[in-house]
């Protein structure tokens, strides 16, 4: 939303000038040209916000218990995140469903291989990296499950890059606009139309950590790493310019 609000706020000089001229697009006057161009611009941006998701899972026959050892567990890792400052934190997706174990596990029978599972989940992000893998490694280290781990980039630096792209974007329509008259020998420029049309950027792979076996456990669990890439931020602005003599 953020974006779009800043987007329109670009636009909206343009915008106005239209809404203001009274030109109809399906009537030229002698000697009136339409100028239809358009400009896209891209740009690698280092990546600057760390996210991790971590989910807490118990399973078992007693589903009050299940739940009440998730509500107990996911309680403690928030304690232990709003300790640190730096980091940002939302809960997400809690889950109680009945599932069965397969036919592989001995000794059971059909009703004995029923079972709950119980879970939930926590995002969380920071641009402080040290800090925030030092916590994953902490949550890890009290039985929480490392979901994903990717670097993407904030809101705040993507719309401010998306920001310069379109500046740069209406220089270079300008720019064109200025050349397509002095070649078809107009003097005036009035720009009737302008439309920013963004793809966002590609998101990152995330680094991915499943549940481990039950019964194994890791002492003293060590911070993951990760390391930032690039994203392509990337828009393209299309213009009618209309060119008078």
Do not use: H
């Amino acid at each position: 939303m953020r974006l779009l609000i800043a987007l329109c706020l670009l636009v909206l000089p343009f915008s106005a000038a239209n809404a203001q001229n009274s030109f109809d697009l399906t009537e030229l006057r002698d000697g009136e040209t339409l100028l239809n161009i358009s400009a896209t611009e891209t740009r690698q941006v280092p990546q600057d916000l760390l996210v991790a998701t971590l989910q807490y899972t118990a399973e078992g026959l007693d589903k009050r218990a299940l739940q009440n050892e998730v509500n107990t567990n996911i309680k403690a890792a928030l304690d232990t995140i709003k300790k640190v400052d730096a980091v940002k934190y939302a809960t997400q997706g809690y889950r109680i469903y009945e599932f069965t174990l397969p036919p592989t596990v001995p000794n059971l029978t059909k009703d004995d291989r029923r079972r709950w599972r119980a879970q939930q989940s926590i995002e969380i992000k920071s641009k402080d990296s040290a800090a925030l893998l030092d916590l994953v490694g902490a949550l890890q280290d009290s039985k929480l499950d490392l979901q994903n781990l990717s670097y993407t980039l904030s809101p705040e630096l993507f719309e401010q890059v998306t920001n310069e792209l379109v500046t740069d974007a209406l220089k270079k329509l300008q720019v064109r606009a200025d050349q397509a008259a002095k070649t078809l020998g107009k003097t005036g420029i009035t720009f009737v139309e302008v439309n920013v049309q963004g793809n966002g950027y590609a998101r990152p792979q995330v680094m991915r950590s499943y549940a481990m076996a039950d019964g194994i456990e890791m002492k003293g669990m060590a911070a993951p790493s990760a390391e930032p890439g690039e994203s392509d931020v990337s828009l393209t602005v299309d213009t009618r310019a209309l060119l008078k003599p």
